[in-house]
C-alpha cells in the first residue's frame, strides 16, 4: 500500500463507513451506526422533565421516546424548553448525557451561541498568518449577533481566504437558525455527522481519497477491520494486549509473549502505551479503562505513564490518566464520543464469521 495519508470511503459489513490509514496502517475508523441512540454532536429541541435529588441533575424528554440527562442544573425548571446537543454516548437504558452549550463545527470554524468572542487555535503560532485569520473571522461575523462565538481550527492554517469564509458563514447560518428555533415540541434539530462528513470536516487533509465501491475489499481492509472483533491484538515489538469490555468498565490485559528477556514486561508496556489509544479509537471504546500491565518494576511506572501521556496528546478523543492502583493497574478515563463498534454494526459480540 502506498505511504502517506489516505481517506477512504465504503460499505463495510452493510455500513458506509470511513477509514484513515496512514504509511499502510489504519488509524482511525468511522462507522455510521445501526442504533437509534443519540449520537454525540446532535442537538435537539428538549422540555425537562424532573429532576435527580441529591445529584444536581435533571431529565430531558429528546422526543419519541429518547431521554437526556443533564448534569448542572442549577436554575433550570421542569417543563422548561431548552436546546441541547449530545456530549457522550450512553449504554443501554441510560439517558443520553447533554449540555446547554452548542458547539457547530465545519472544517475551519466552529460557532459557540453562549460564548461570545473568537479564539485561534494555539497550533496556528505564526503572527502574519494569525492576523490574516483575525481578518477573515471579523468580515465572517460582521452583523452576527453579539452572542455567537467563533473558534477557528487548526485546518485553517494555510488555507485560503475563499474556503474559511465560506466554511464561517455555512456554520454561522445553521447555528443562528437552530438557535432560534426555540419553540415547539421536543424533537432532533440537528444529527450528528454521518461517518464521511465527519472524516472530512476532523480527519487530516489526506494525500489521497478513495471512493470506488469495493475499495475497502480490494486493499484487503476489510479483513483487517474484521480483527477488531477479536480481543486480541498485536503490540509493536511483540507481545500483546487483549481488550474486553465490560458494562463497568474496559479490561486490558498486557501480555509479553514469548519474550522472556529481563525487560519483557517494561517493553511490553511501552508497546500499549503507543497502540492502546489506536485500538480503543478503532473499536469505538470509552469510559473506564482499567489496564493490567505486564510484570515490571515499580519504578518504571514514570516511563510507561510518560509514554502514555506522549500517546493520547496526538489522540483527538479526550483521555486523562487517573493514576496507578494498589495492584500495579493503570487507571484511564476515556471519553465517550462514539458508539463502539459491535453495537455500531448492530452486533452484540464476537467476531464475524
Not at 3 to 17: A, E, F, N, P, S
Amino acid at each position: 500500500m502506498k505511504r502517506g495519508r489516505i481517506i477512504l470511503t465504503d460499505t463495510w459489513r452493510g455500513r458506509d463507513c470511513a477509514v484513515l490509514i496512514t504509511d499502510g496502517a489504519v488509524q482511525d475508523l468511522l462507522v455510521d451506526a445501526d442504533t437509534d441512540t443519540p449520537r454525540p454532536g446532535a442537538i435537539y429541541r428538549a422540555k425537562t422533565l424532573r429532576p435527580m435529588k441529591g445529584q444536581g441533575g435533571l431529565t430531558l424528554d429528546l422526543g419519541t421516546g429518547k431521554r437526556g440527562y443533564l448534569r448542572h442544573a442549577k436554575g433550570i425548571r421542569p417543563g422548561q424548553v431548552m436546546l441541547v446537543q449530545v456530549t457522550s454516548f450512553a449504554g443501554s437504558g441510560k439517558a443520553s448525557p447533554v449540555t446547554p452549550k452548542l458547539i457547530f463545527k465545519g472544517r475551519y470554524a466552529a460557532v459557540t451561541p453562549g460564548t461570545p468572542g473568537w479564539n485561534l487555535a494555539r497550533r496556528i503560532r505564526n503572527e502574519a498568518e494569525r492576523d490574516r485569520l483575525n481578518g477573515l473571522v471579523l468580515e465572517g461575523m460582521d452583523g452576527a449577533a453579539p452572542n455567537l462565538g467563533l473558534i477557528i481550527r487548526s485546518a485553517a492554517d494555510g488555507t485560503e481566504d475563499r474556503q474559511i469564509a465560506e466554511d464561517i458563514a455555512t456554520v454561522r447560518r445553521l447555528a443562528e437558525a437552530v438557535v432560534e428555533d426555540v419553540n415547539g415540541p421536543p424533537q432532533l434539530l440537528v444529527d450528528a455527522p454521518t461517518a464521511e462528513h465527519a472524516a472530512r470536516r476532523d480527519w487530516p487533509a489526506p494525500d489521497e481519497v478513495l471512493r470506488e465501491a469495493g475499495c475497502l475489499a480490494n486493499l484487503g481492509l476489510d479483513e483487517v477491520l474484521d480483527d477488531l472483533f477479536h480481543p486480541a491484538a498485536p503490540l509493536p515489538g511483540g507481545g500483546m494486549l487483549v481488550i474486553e469490555p465490560t458494562t463497568a468498565f474496559v479490561a486490558v490485559d498486557v501480555n509479553t509473549g514469548g519474550d522472556t528477556s529481563f525487560a519483557a514486561g517494561l517493553k511490553a508496556n511501552l508497546g500499549v502505551a503507543q497502540e492502546l489509544p489506536r485500538q480503543l479509537r478503532l473499536r469505538g471504546l470509552g469510559g473506564q479503562i482499567v489496564v493490567d500491565m505486564a510484570p515490571m518494576a515499580q519504578k518504571e511506572r514514570c516511563l510507561v505513564a510518560d509514554a502514555f501521556r506522549k500517546s493520547l496528546r496526538a489522540d483527538r478523543i479526550e483521555t486523562r490518566i487517573v493514576g496507578w492502583t494498589s495492584l500495579g493497574h493503570l487507571e484511564l478515563q476515556r471519553k465517550r464520543v462514539r458508539i463502539p463498534l459491535t453495537l455500531a454494526l448492530g452486533k452484540t459480540s464476537g467476531r464475524p464469521a
